[in-house]
């Protein structure tokens, strides 16, 4: 019911070549989806085009069959997408409480938000510890925990998630990771995961999609996609 | 000793329309980035109203909420009709753009009202209270800092304790991130505008009374005073508008008293000076980075 389905999408910044090129994609209900490729093969812009933070030329996005095209990011993330982007987005001036009630807002009435708050507490517990502290002070493990909270308190359908792996100690990334898989899991929730962590992306998800040129050049089962040698030296590099 | 405690009660009735006019500097400064130069002539046109509606009804009380009303509506025309409109990417052309705005409101107010300053009965008495042979604050100064005090607090719980104010907020610190939460930014704006040039009608308000009374310049050196207060404080903070703006108006009253009235905008000009010099950021600077 919340598929996400990208056609002939095409992305560009400024007059330069498209950095998309009429991508076609797919992401059906659950579970969740790496989305791969080199540097600067396009995967940021994918997810920013999504949402809408970057204008498509053209193309469309739909959701659930709904069509986002021509919506405001504030209106696509009410419809149900979310995007962790890369380099976190912690509103550094606000507290972590405020932090995860304003990803709430709009989702829920003022008691629900509250528990759905708490529930995140219970998730990631180094968050509940540092409920009074501000953004800015928080190491980078604890903001993307937050960043990724703060997504999920307002339940979202589809989540995008930005390299969340950028910077952190294998450890917390498999916590992380854990904790994504397990709520997919539970909730039915949509995860598109992009990613230069080939392995560590391939192992939680369900498909990988290898992005290379502007396109969808491998959608697969992600154990073939991480089986396979020769996959893996034309599009990933190793 | 009793002259000093006469200026400083009034320097602090002086202080508190000081910075609610700066407050609503800092308001729309966080919420929009911009400087409005054209908030004293956007403040005296909701007076103007304000003015109407009391000559009309008797009622100062309705005079003060159909100008504060006015205020806000005028806010959002203006951020709608006019800022959203201008290029975002230096903050130039929003300055122009305010400037030109000043000019079409003062030129109009002119035309339609005429140049000459109309008295503005202050709804209590001007005489100060006597305390034991002391000259302490009128009335009417009194009920300028309650005023003051209310709105501030009000602003404050607004601000610090809604969800409003939590987007309003958000949106002021980090615009994308909060349209990725579903914060309609674009409203926030046009919020944060209303608030602000309530704000400022508010103390254009309570300022005319005490001055020559209504015409369309009758906010400019409030403003230029305000908008020294609200660097002074750190264009970024309420707190420091409110310490800089009391601290100010207790200054140049006490400048007025015991030197002149035309030495107390130089002793404004070197504080500002001494700030800007020692901390360039203001009295309460943001001071960490605003990366996220
Ligand atoms: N704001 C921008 N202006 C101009 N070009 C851009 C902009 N952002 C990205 N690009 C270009 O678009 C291409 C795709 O960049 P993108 O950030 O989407 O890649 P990516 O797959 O996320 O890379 P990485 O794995 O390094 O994060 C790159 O060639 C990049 O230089
Ligand atoms: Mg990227």
Redesign the pocket.
């Known amino acids: 019911m919340s598929t996400l389905t990208v056609e002939r999408l095409t992305v560009g910044?400024?007059d330069?070549a498209p950095?998309l090129d009429g991508l076609d994609l797919e992401i059906a209900d659950g579970g969740i989806v790496a989305l791969l490729?080199?540097?600067?093969?396009?995967?940021?812009?994918?997810l920013?085009a999504l949402t809408g933070l970057?204008p498509a030329r053209s193309g469309r996005v739909l959701l659930g069959g709904a069509d986002l095209t021509g919506l405001p990011t504030e209106d696509r993330v009410r419809r149900g997408l979310a995007l962790v982007p890369?380099g976190r987005g912690v509103v550094a001036e606000l507290t972590v409480d405020e932090n995860l009630l304003l990803g709430g807002l709009w989702r829920h009435r003022a008691a629900a938000r509250r528990a759905a708050v708490e529930e995140m507490y219970d998730l990631f517990e180094p968050l509940a510890r540092r409920r009074g502290a501000h953004g800015h002070s928080l190491s980078g493990g604890e903001r993307q925990m937050l960043a990724l909270a703060r997504a999920l308190v307002a339940r979202p359908d589809v989540l995008l998630l930005?390299?969340p792996s950028l910077g952190l100690a294998p450890l917390v990334v498999a916590q992380l990771l854990g904790v994504l898989r397990e709520t997919a899991r539970r909730t039915g929730l949509t995860v598109l995961l992009?990613e230069?962590n080939v392995t560590g992306a391939l192992s939680v998800a369900d498909r990988g999609v290898v992005?290379s040129l502007g396109e969808a050049v491998a959608d697969r089962p992600a154990a073939e996609l991480a089986a396979e040698p020769a996959l893996r030296h034309a599009y990933l590099g190793f | 000793m009793d002259r000093l405690v006469f200026l400083l009660s009034s320097g602090l009735a002086r202080g508190a329309v000081l910075a609610l006019f700066a407050l609503s500097l800092v308001i729309v400064w966080r919420a929009a980035r911009v400087v409005n130069f054209a908030q004293a002539a956007m403040a005296i046109a909701a007076v103007y109203v304000a003015f109407a509606i009391t000559a009309a009804s008797g009622s100062y009380w309705l005079g003060l909420i159909g100008g504060l009303a006015t205020g806000a509506l005028l806010g959002a025309a203006v951020e709608a009709g006019l800022m959203r409109r201008v290029p975002h990417t230096t903050p130039l052309p929003g300055m122009i753009v305010a400037i030109g705005l000043v000019m079409i409101l003062q030129s109009g107010l002119s035309i339609a009202f005429g140049p000459q300053h109309r008295t503005m009965r202050p709804p209590f008495s001007e005489r100060p209270f006597d305390l034991g042979g002391v000259p302490v604050l009128s009335p009417y100064e009194l009920f300028v800092l309650v005023v003051a005090a209310l709105v501030m607090g009000g602003l404050a719980l607004l601000f610090n304790r809604t969800s409003l104010g939590l987007q309003l907020r958000a949106s002021a610190f980090a615009p994308e991130t909060s349209r990725l939460l579903g914060v309609r930014v674009p409203r926030m704006v046009t919020v944060g505008w209303m608030l602000s040039v309530a704000t400022a009608a508010l103390a254009a308000l309570l300022l005319v009374p005490t001055e020559l009374g209504l015409n369309p310049f009758a906010a400019d050196l409030l403003f230029v005073n305000a908008f020294a207060v609200a660097v002074i404080g750190g264009l970024d903070s309420p707190a420091g508008a409110l310490a800089a703006g009391i601290g100010v108006g207790i200054l140049s009253s006490l400048v007025t008293g015991y030197v002149s009235a035309s030495a107390a905008p130089l002793a404004v000009l070197a504080v500002l000076t001494a700030v800007l010099l020692l901390r360039p950021g203001g009295l309460v600077a943001a001071g960490k980075a605003r990366s996220a």
Do not use: H, I, P, S
Request: hydrophobic residues 30%; charged residues 25%.
């Open positions: 910044y400024g330069g950095v490729g080199a540097n600067g093969a396009g995967k940021t812009t994918l920013r970057v890369e930005d390299e992009a230069q992005l």
